[in-house]
């Protein structure tokens, strides 16, 4: 294991990673911001302060998103709003331009698909070079294949997190899904991810191994799973 990233669904990691690196030198420890309420939503001194301290992926919502409330039979009143009648908020025009412009990762959180690519179609406008369409594969978003080569085609990479298909979430996908989903895609465009951190769940180096087996056994080639897991996400988050 190289390296993995902090996220949190509350706060930026960064000011965590810059305490944890020098006591860890031989990992690569990556920082998230998720713009959900407690962390700032989409305000901009929020992102531009993350942005100077050094974090590595900006998130839009996750458990904040209208989409992911919704889903849930919840209110979307105290949700963070991205978009109206199909078009991105100026907040949200602007988070991106702003991550775009300090070459960090834009994630694209639990936005509904559509959402998601409202935000991969104006990162890839504003000349974003690292774009993260986030667990595609989730119950609660499962991206359409075509929907996710639009993605791909203008740059994004596509995450499949093993979180996805672990029995106590709700409506679990199977890997074989996600097997058929990489090779409609292709590898290329791809990257693995376990989404772990949860008390349930083995560690996240154990989990990215049971990942890896059940997707060969799904009929994923090994080269294309070690594209997936080492050479894709460097490319992702390297500067």
């Known amino acids: 294991m190289a ?57 839009f919502p996750t458990i904040d998103a209208v989409h992911h409330l919704v889903s849930r039979g919840k209110s979307p009143d105290a949700g963070v709003r991205i978009s109206e009648e199909s078009r991105l908020t100026a907040e949200a025009r602007r988070v991106i331009e702003l ?7 834009i994630a694209t959180g639990h936005s509904s698909p559509t959402e998601s690519l409202l935000i991969i179609r104006h990162a890839a406008s504003v000349g974003a070079r690292r774009i993260l369409f986030t667990h595609v594969t989730s119950g609660r978003i499962s991206a359409p294949v075509e929907l996710q080569r639009e993605a791909a085609a203008l740059g994004a990479v596509i995450e499949h ?3 996805s298909t672990r029995a106590h979430v709700d409506m ?35 989990g990215l191994a049971m990942f890896a087996s059940e997707l060969v056994d799904a009929g994923v080639p090994v080269d294309d799973i070690r594209r997936m897991i080492v050479d894709q996400p460097s490319r992702l988050v390297d500067r």
């Open 3 to 59: 390296g993995f990233a902090l996220k949190n669904h509350q706060f930026c990691t960064a000011p965590v990673v810059q305490v944890l690196q020098p006591r860890f030198p031989n990992l690569r420890l990556l920082s998230y911001l998720v713009m959900n309420n407690v962390a700032g939503g989409l305000g901009e001194d929020t992102v531009r302060l993350a942005l100077a301290l050094g974090v590595d992926i900006v998130s």
């Open 99 to 105: 991550v775009a412009d300090a070459d960090r990762v």
């Open 161 to 163: 997190a093993y979180e």
């Open 172 to 206: 679990p996908t199977q890997v074989a899904t996600i097997a058929d989903q990489i090779r409609a895609v292709g590898s290329r465009h791809c990257i693995l991810t376990t989404d772990f951190g949860q008390v349930e769940n083995p560690p996240f180096t154990e």
